[in-house]
């Protein structure tokens, strides 16, 4: 009898083990990972350089006693990187190669329960649900960043933390502000830019942007081209000043009439105070030095019509109808049009363009440029009283031109 107690009661205990440990391992999985080095903010990993990259590892990671919420979002596996800006500037920052659905946030500041945002991003929304942000920096101050996954979850694989140089001009938010004047000229370069949450669709699905505003000085008619860059150059402007609100007024890629591979695109009657946004992105590959030029437009109709500059430097372009085209006091570019076309230069030094039909183009008191190569004989090409440069095909006639 008392070995029959004896045995059961050690079945008992066995049991008792077994069910404890059954707990213990729902509880405590054998293969839990331990946390990441750089799991709590006090432990930050160390980045440098002006661009870089590191992977990682948030399995294992928690979140800590007043952390924020990384992008709005509660996470919950959260892992810090420390980065000194090197020079005053902007820097993108992207979880690209990640192998889950990231958040990334940015702060300053000494204490996980007393950081002041910079920026932060759930979903780059060119990249599915990696993470991406651009900011100004300045030189010295130092950033915490936190990499976390949404809603709590954690990479299958590394985690990618990648930064890099980007444009002041990048975010809708910072666009460079031109003159309000009725002509001018601007520089930048695309590279290194980003795509931001709420941009228009057509531009998410091309290369990232580089963005300007511009209010119009007077009611008329202007054009803004991207003649000079280094770069095929696509163009879009909108109207508004709210990233979410936009209306688009028009997007090229080449002009009609100068051909590739720079942009144009015309702002018809508009009136003083309006405020446009204009978007410029590489229609491939690098992006090193954009120009970007805005002046009065004179455009004709699908009719024959009299365009006539004014004093200062006008663009003017022909349309349909057999058009005539003339400068007066500026540096004036005039386009003749489809039609046959008379296109005379003014006392400016102007450029004249014949890019189709049979035109005659009569250079100025300036020094002109006259260009009939549209590819077609039959043109006539006549020096003014300046020193002329005149570009013609077999077939065209010459008068007074080197």
């Not at 405590?28 to 990993?45: E, L, R, S, V």
């Not at 990048?170 to 003159?179: E, K, R, W």
């Not at 007024?249 to 002009?255: G, H, K, M, S």
Request: hydrophobic share 40%; aromatic share 8%.
């Amino acid at each position: 009898m008392t070995q029959f107690l004896s045995k059961h009661g050690d079945r008992r205990r066995r049991l008792f083990v077994l069910l404890v440990s059954i707990l213990a391992a729902a509880v405590w999985p054998a293969n839990a990972a331990a946390a990441p080095a750089n799991d709590d903010f006090a432990n930050a990993q160390v980045i440098t350089g002006a661009t870089g990259s590191v992977n990682g590892t948030n399995i294992g990671a928690t979140k800590e006693l007043g952390e924020p919420d990384h992008a709005g979002n509660a996470g919950g596996h959260s892992i810090w990187y420390t980065w000194t800006a090197p020079a005053d500037g902007n820097v993108a920052f992207r979880t690209a190669g990640s192998s889950f659905d990231t958040l990334l946030a940015v702060y300053t500041g000494a204490a996980v329960g007393a950081l002041t945002l910079v920026a932060a991003n759930d979903d780059d929304p060119s990249a599915g649900g990696s993470s991406t942000i651009s900011f100004a920096v300045s030189n010295g101050v130092t950033y915490m960043i936190a990499l976390d996954g949404f809603s709590g979850k954690v990479a299958v694989g590394p985690t990618s933390l990648r930064w890099r140089p980007s444009p002041a001009n990048d975010n809708f938010a910072d666009a460079q502000v031109l003159p309000s004047t009725s002509s001018g000229i601007a520089t930048g370069a695309a590279n290194g830019a980003t795509h931001e949450p709420e941009e228009p669709e057509l531009l998410v699905v091309n290369p990232a942007a580089i963005w300007y505003s511009w209010t119009a000085p007077a009611d008329g008619t202007y054009k803004f081209d991207t003649v000079g860059s280094d770069f095929d150059t696509v163009m879009a402007i909108f109207a508004g000043t709210s990233l979410d609100a936009l209306d688009l007024v028009r997007i090229n890629d080449d002009d009609p009439d100068r051909g590739c591979c720079s942009s144009w695109v015309p702002i018809k009657e508009t009136t003083a105070g309006t405020v446009y946004s204009i978007a410029v992105f590489p229609l491939e590959g690098r992006a090193d030095s954009l120009v970007l030029r805005w002046s009065p437009l004179i455009l004709g109709t699908p009719d024959a019509d009299n365009l006539f500059g004014t004093n200062g430097n006008d663009e003017i372009r022909g349309m349909g109808g057999p058009d005539l085209l003339r400068g007066r006091g500026g540096n004036d570019t005039l386009f003749g049009g489809a039609f046959m076309d008379v296109v005379s230069g003014g006392d400016g030094n102007d450029l004249l363009i014949d890019r189709r039909g049979a035109d005659d183009l009569y250079g100025g008191a300036g020094n002109d440029v006259v260009n009939a190569r549209d590819g077609n004989a039959n043109d006539l090409v006549s020096g003014g009283g300046g020193t002329d440069t005149c570009r013609a095909d077999a077939g065209d006639t010459r008068r007074r031109c080197p």
